[in-house]
């Protein structure tokens, strides 16, 4: 294993020449690489170890390959795991000393960050640990950031993007080299990006700083396998066995079944997605000569869209980068394949609003100074939109105090509670137990998929079936809205706690031992 890491790292050096000739060509600077990597005179790349299995193994193949002056490490504590986190820290730390390995550290308030930003954890932790490895090679020079996605990471990506609905770059998996995101210095010329991990968010990033994945040919097994061989401390994470996470979940529930099929899956999807990409390109190549074709003064020609066998993946190709989710398009698909009056339909995302005229579809931004200014349509430009809620308008509420969302006023009062009030909720009103519901929550737009227990019941229900039990025009449907619980375990799974102004679920009720309660009127 150790020769044939050090031959994949060659190679990779070579595709970061590649990415910097691009990142040239395309105006926006970027270095020369330095010193070949046997050189033990300078710290050239920036290693990220967390202290499991796999950053640990990727740790100890540098070190062996390349010697302790090539590389430096970066550890993040998240406080996620209370004394877990800390003992990884520790056991990162022990291993840089003994080794001779510069180390960087840092503490991130990972929870409060997430809350604050309306984003999940793991999007937190993530935009926090990529924002910060982009501060550290600025600071200290570093060519590129390593880490240590492995072909089972790849593959779990590629599944977790086919459930939640990422487009075709959403099946191309990671790439070996790629632009690092989230650095602290904005790009003007391209101010965002697609996220390979994350398709459906736009990221900041600059070329000329690259992430590395050395060990994305090589599967779990091996390197467990390699960690055993040469006796390499790791710590385990509790977490990883829960499957109340997505991805641990594909893991330990939908991998097994994978497995039993084809024992090489794992090799099997990482060559697929080799395809993929190609395919990618091509269909990429496709669109930018066509949407020149249905573009008119900056609008989108529906005759001239229509036209084209291919319309649906065009229409996602444009629309994509404004954010449109894939209910919103399909919503918007229907409607043109209908017999119903086209024009004065409204569909938003996060940052525009789309509307429908009667043979065009024209882009609108919901930015202040802008409204009822059309912009041009233009898919050669990627637009920022707000991380990880794609599609979604979203506003976090941190306490008590009137908020608007997607055109919605509504009013957050804390009370103290008293057997005299009325525990049926009127029209407009929700009433929470504020020991069940903590500030800071999320009000948002509903997604495909969305479920909660209504108050009173015992199971499930999905929001769309809601909608009809509610009687919810289409128009209702668009633009209904959710509070997220961003508290706890309930933050990962996006726990719904009421559709606002509607119905709240069952676990936020008033009960017997309620001393104080969150009351929101819309």
């Known amino acids: 294993m150790l020769e044939r890491f050090r031959h994949k790292v060659e190679e990779l050096r070579g595709l970061i020449a590649d990415l910097r000739s691009a990142s040239v060509s395309m105006g926006q600077g970027g270095s020369t690489l330095s ?84 984003l999940s954890i793991e999007m937190a932790a993530r935009e926090l640990r990529y924002r910060w490895f982009g501060e550290l090679c600025q600071e200290h020079g570093y060519e590129a950031v390593v880490v240590a996605h492995h072909a089972d990471d790849n593959a779990e990506t590629l599944v977790l993007n086919m459930v939640r609905g990422a487009g075709l770059k959403g099946l191309t998996g990671m790439k070996p080299v790629s632009p690092l995101p989230y650095l602290s210095r904005h790009c003007d010329e391209h101010p965002t990006r697609h996220c390979e991990e994350h398709p459906t968010r736009h990221c900041e990033e600059r070329s000329d700083v690259a992430i590395l994945r050395p060990l994305l040919t090589f599967t779990r097994k091996q390197i467990e396998g390699h960690v055993f061989a040469w006796k390499v401390p790791y710590r385990e994470d509790s977490t990883n066995s829960s499957v109340e996470y997505r991805r641990n979940s594909i893991r330990h529930e939908v ?10 899956y794992v090799r099997t999807l990482n060559r697929e997605m080799t395809y993929l990409s190609d395919a990618s390109s091509i269909v990429d190549e496709w669109c930018k000569e066509h949407v020149e074709h249905v573009l008119e003064n900056g609008e989108i020609s529906i005759p001239r869209l229509l036209e084209i066998p291919q319309w649906r993946y065009l229409l996602y190709y444009i629309l994509e980068p404004y954010g449109f989710n894939t209910s919103v398009l399909e919503s918007l698909e229907n409607l043109l394949m209908s017999d119903r009056t086209i024009s004065g339909k409204r569909f938003e995302s996060a940052g525009y609003v789309l509307r429908t005229e009667r043979q065009s579809l024209v882009v609108v931004p919901k930015m202040a100074g802008h409204a009822g200014h059309d912009v041009p349509v233009d898919p050669g430009h990627d637009v920022a939109v707000i991380p990880d809620l794609i599609g979604d308008p979203f506003v976090p509420v941190r306490g008590a105090g009137a908020y608007h969302c997607n055109g919605k006023r509504f009013v957050v009062e804390v009370l103290p509670w008293s057997a005299e009030m009325p525990l049926q909720q009127p029209a407009g009103m929700l009433i929470f137990d504020a020991d069940k519901l903590k500030f800071p929550f999320v009000c948002r737009g509903w997604r495909n998929g969305d479920w909660m227990i209504p108050l009173g019941m015992k199971g499930k229900k999905k929001l769309s079936d809601m909608f009809t039990d509610l009687k919810y025009s289409y128009q209702d449907k668009e633009n209904a809205l959710v509070l997220v619980d961003c508290t706890g375990d309930r933050a990962e799974k996006q726990h719904i706690a009421a559709l606002l102004g509607a119905r709240i679920d069952d676990h936020y009720k008033v009960s017997d031992r309620t001393t104080s309660i969150i009351r929101i009127t819309l």
């Not at 062996?64 to 990884?88: P, V």
Request: net charge negative.
């Open 35 to 118: 010193a070949p990597l046997t050189s033990t005179s300078d710290h050239q790349y920036l290693l990220a170890v967390s202290g499991g299995v796999d950053s640990m193994c990727l740790a100890d193949l540098w070190l062996r390959c390349f010697g302790a002056g090539s590389f430096a490490i970066a550890h993040c504590n998240f406080h996620l795991r209370g004394e877990e986190s800390d003992g990884d820290e520790a056991l990162v730390t022990k291993w840089a000393e003994e080794n001779g390995v510069r180390m960087h550290r840092v503490d991130f308030d990972t929870v409060r960050y997430g809350a604050e930003n309306g």
């Open 255 to 264: 991998f097994p079944l994978f497995e039993r099929m084809n024992p090489s």
